[in-house]
């Protein structure tokens, strides 16, 4: 199994965002880095944020929980989300499941 | 992504279930509002602890928004409670649920439990009200207000609202004159069928009402509360109208305590002796 890191995890995120932006919107250009916002880089809306959970979830499990994650967080804090974060968040599940 | 097919249209839904197979204590389904809402103003702010707490959460996008179908006509209110109650039929939902709405979302959703009083086990409605005589011209006329601005030019509009309130409130504001361009729904929900006061006061389960401190309809708690046998009003101070997504956490504690209460008449009857 191959270990997980922010590189590879930056990779599946990058393959979820760019079949959902082609599916949503027709766009298949778009370069994703660690500090692309969903909401200003990508133009997502909170509804494909929902597909996104759908996503993770169906690639990852119960161990990864997007819904649990954005619901700890403020309004404004959703808005400026950065893939980078959401890429560490899903390191630290991963881990955490890994050793629980 | 779950479409379900009502056998009039296709419907976005979403349910987020206990985890780790714990028992479901109870049902919910949340409506959200019109225009620039979806049912993601539920999937990152209550449906988690909701679910958390033992509920079965039911989330859908009513008909045009979100990922749901976008038929030309039936944008009435009746239209939507049809939608509603075909969703749940659908889905084998027909027990006694516990309805929450948003906004317009909370006038569907008390539609359906004065359509349905045996199917309804509580109301909460979040900056919401019942369709009465009065609602159907005021929600008009706020239509009628910002679809005319929008319409009239709607670049000059768009660049307003990015400049003062956003580059998000301007991307839905956009999407908002789309759905209205689409659609009948600016013509359709002014044209509502409305309840009388004795359909309102049909609904004799518990009733939550939360408002936002500096929204309008703050205004409504206390005729809410003498219409209604069983209602409670909470007003959240410091918010208007998007008290849900900005105050989630105090106004998804509100609902739970009363669901929770709701569920269990039993045991607070005994309690209470």
């Known amino acids: 199994m191959t270990p997980t890191t922010e590189d590879t995890v930056l990779a599946d995120l990058t393959g979820m965002l760019t079949a959902l932006l082609e599916d949503e919107y027709g766009v298949d ?15 997502l809306e909170s509804i494909d944020l929902v597909t996104l959970a759908g996503l993770l979830q169906e690639h990852y499990g119960t161990k990864v929980n997007f819904a649990e994650f954005l619901a700890g967080m403020e309004f404004d804090e959703i808005i400026e989300l950065t893939v980078g974060r959401l890429v560490e968040y899903v390191v630290q599940s991963l881990k955490a499941a890994e050793a629980g | ?42 999937y990152f702010t209550l449906a988690p602890p909701f679910a958390l707490a033992g509920i079965d959460v039911v ?8 990922r749901s179908a976008r038929p030309a006509t039936g944008y009435t209110l009746d239209d939507n409670i049809d939608d509603l109650e075909a969703l749940l039929d659908r889905l084998d939902v027909t027990g ?4 929450v709405g948003n906004s317009y979302g909370g006038t569907v959703a008390f539609g359906y439990a004065a359509r349905h009083p045996e199917r309804a086990a509580s109301v909460s409605l979040i900056e919401s009200e019942p369709a009465t005589d009065a609602w159907a011209p005021k929600l008009g006329n706020i239509l009628d207000r910002v679809l005319h601005e929008l319409a009239h ?20 504001a956009r999407g908002a004159a789309k759905l209205a361009r689409e659609t009948s729904l600016s013509q359709d929900i002014p044209a509502s069928g409305v309840l009388t006061e004795n ?67 039993e045991a607070v009857e005994v309690a209470v002796r």
Do not use: K
């Open chain 1, 29 to 43: 250009d778009v370069e994703i880095t660690m500090t692309t916002t969903f909401n200003r880089d990508l133009e």
């Open chain 2, 1 to 42: 992504m779950a479409m379900v097919d009502t056998g009039q249209l296709r419907l976005h839904v979403q349910r987020m279930s206990p985890p780790d197979g714990r028992p479901v204590t109870a049902t919910a389904v949340l409506v959200h509002g019109l225009l620039t809402d979806s049912l993601a103003s539920y």
């Open chain 2, 59 to 66: 989330m859908y996008d009513l008909r045009g928004h979100g």
């Open chain 2, 96 to 99: 006694p649920v516990h309805l």
């Open chain 2, 153 to 172: 030019n709607e670049d000059d509009a768009i660049a307003w609202i990015s400049a003062n309130r956003g580059h998000n409130t301007a991307r839905l």
């Open chain 2, 199 to 265: 359909q309102i006061r049909a609904v004799r389960c518990p009733v939550l009402g939360v408002y936002g401190g500096d929204s309008d309809l703050a205004l409504l708690a206390p005729w809410l509360q003498s219409v209604l046998p069983d209602c409670r009003t909470v007003v959240v101070p410091g918010h208007e109208h998007s008290v849900l997504v900005e105050a989630a956490g105090t106004v998804g504690g509100h609902i739970l305590s009363l669901i929770q209460e709701a569920s269990a008449p």
